[in-house]
């Protein structure tokens, strides 16, 4: 039994790669507000994401979704509640990888 489990570990271990996050996958939902190639600028307020730096975008999407940025004056942009719900079912593993995404397409 103890092989069994040891060995359900180690391909847990394994495959978990193969579960990681797909940037490309994840940004269709960013789409409509920033852009096919992010090239969009929101609202005149929100900067065109390819013109952020990557740790800048995984930090800011941290605070949106912790409810720490964008609400009531706080933060760079008054976007909070909207972006708050789009990153709800985000990891940060899952925020990275849309980063990664863009960059690809500078």
Not at 28 to 45: F, M, S, T
Not at 54 to 75: C, D, F, R, S
Not at 77 to 97: H, P, R
Request: aromatic letters at 6%; a positive charge.
């Amino acid at each position: 039994m103890k092989k069994l489990a040891l060995s359900l570990v180690v391909l847990g271990v394994a495959f978990s790669g193969a579960f990681a996050a797909d940037g490309a996958t994840v940004y269709k939902k960013c789409i409509a507000c920033h852009g096919p190639k992010a090239e969009k600028v929101y609202l005149n307020k929100i900067p065109a994401l390819k013109t952020l730096e990557p740790e800048e975008m995984v930090q800011n999407m941290i605070k949106y979704k912790a409810g720490e940025m964008g609400e009531n004056g706080k933060g760079l942009y008054n976007m909070g509640a909207i972006m708050k719900g789009q990153m709800a079912t985000l990891s940060e593993d899952d925020m990275k990888a849309v980063v990664e995404y863009i960059q690809t397409l500078k």
